[in-house]
């Protein structure tokens, strides 16, 4: 009962992980559809008023003829970005359900405008961290019982091996005609041993379970092995990303920064289409990455905490 016990709690660990993961995916690629919308948006807007001072002379045809070629590359890109959005709803409604069972489509949800940051985890205290997943981690508890159970049986199996010992009493008389002495009771105590024979069945049963037992105790020894490295990796995913996400986020900065100084230029006569339209790309492709950060962050503390035998906390 304890192991199948242990057996459910590991896979509600790898199910609620799953879910998270999908849950992300989903968030992020609703939020990538959004910044290829917003690309389409501008160059869409700046399609009309080009086309304007096209008419009144003020700019070359060729001018509107490389904007043309924007808005079409970036509806392109926002189609792609549309495709992942529905494969991802697809793999999260496999994972959401309501209580009577049923799929739930995710459309019914609104979507997340932005991805916030986890809170922050100890990352110098591996020690910790690897402790609770001693305690909690249900494969441990399992293997744990497994050996109990089979202490058990070895001392079971040892103890039909023992020499038996019963004290008893006995009185009796005897009646009829014949010697005087039938008259008086007989009373015998004594002590009987019961020394059980060597079996060859009880031989191959420890053999067996001492094989058993020598077996699940190398599985243990690697299991700790297997969750030392599992929260290692999730420490130093988490630490990675961090770095990732505090660069991304000084880059997106940085990108907008420069696209909208390359538009006021573009304003002034001093630049072209042909550099706003790269550093907006830029600008979106930055951003994009800063969503990729924190959704790596978000899986980092997620497979920490199924490292530890827990949920997302």
């Known amino acids: 009962?304890?192991?199948?016990?242990?057996?459910?709690?590991?896979?509600?660990?790898?199910?609620?992980?799953?879910?998270?993961?999908?849950?992300?995916?989903?968030?992020?690629?609703?939020?990538?559809?959004?910044?290829?919308?917003?690309?389409?948006?501008?160059?869409?807007?700046?399609?009309?008023?080009?086309?304007?001072?096209?008419?009144?002379?003020?700019?070359?045809?060729?001018?509107?003829?490389?904007?043309?070629?924007?808005?079409?590359?970036?509806?392109?890109?926002?189609?792609?970005?549309?495709?992942?959005?529905?494969?991802?709803?697809?793999?999260?409604?496999?994972?959401?359900?309501?209580?009577?069972?049923?799929?739930?489509?995710?459309?019914?949800?609104?979507?997340?405008?932005?991805?916030?940051?986890?809170?922050?985890?100890?990352?110098?205290?591996?020690?910790?961290?690897?402790?609770?997943?001693?305690?909690?981690?249900?494969?441990?508890?399992?293997?744990?019982?497994?050996?109990?159970?089979?202490?058990?049986?070895?001392?079971?199996?040892?103890?039909?091996?023992?020499?038996?010992?019963?004290?008893?009493?006995?009185?009796?008389?005897?009646?009829?005609?014949g010697s005087t002495s039938k008259d008086d009771t007989e009373t015998k105590l004594g002590i009987k041993f019961e020394i059980p024979l060597r079996f060859r069945t009880q031989d191959g049963r420890e053999s067996t379970l001492s094989a058993r037992s020598r077996e699940l105790s190398l599985q243990k020894e690697f299991l700790l092995q297997r969750i030392s490295t599992d929260i290692l990796d999730a420490l130093t995913a988490y630490s990675i990303s961090q770095e990732r996400f505090m660069i991304a986020k000084k880059e997106a900065k940085a990108a907008e920064d420069l696209e909208n100084g390359e538009r006021k230029r573009l304003e002034l006569g001093d630049s072209n289409l042909i550099f706003v339209n790269i550093r907006e790309l830029t600008t979106a492709d930055a951003k994009i990455r800063v969503v990729d950060s924190i959704v790596d962050l978000w899986r980092a503390k997620i497979n920490l905490n199924a490292a530890k035998g827990y949920y997302l906390q």
């Open 1 to 177: 009962k304890v192991i199948a016990s242990n057996n459910i709690e590991q896979r509600k660990i790898e199910l609620t992980r799953a879910s998270y993961f999908a849950f992300f995916e989903w968030a992020s690629a609703n939020i990538k559809l959004k910044i290829f919308k917003n690309l389409v948006k501008i160059a869409e807007e700046r399609d009309q008023q080009l086309r304007t001072r096209q008419v009144n002379g003020d700019i070359p045809e060729f001018d509107v003829l490389d904007n043309m070629r924007a808005v079409l590359q970036r509806r392109s890109q926002e189609k792609q970005a549309e495709a992942v959005l529905r494969k991802s709803e697809f793999e999260l409604s496999l994972l959401l359900r309501d209580e009577s069972g049923s799929q739930i489509n995710p459309e019914q949800y609104s979507f997340p405008s932005t991805l916030r940051e986890p809170d922050q985890i100890s990352l110098n205290d591996k020690e910790l961290h690897l402790n609770i997943a001693k305690e909690q981690r249900p494969e441990l508890k399992r293997i744990r019982s497994q050996i109990d159970q089979l202490e058990l049986e070895l001392k079971l199996n040892d103890n039909q091996r023992l020499i038996r010992s019963d004290l008893f009493a006995q009185s009796s008389q005897d009646f009829g005609t």
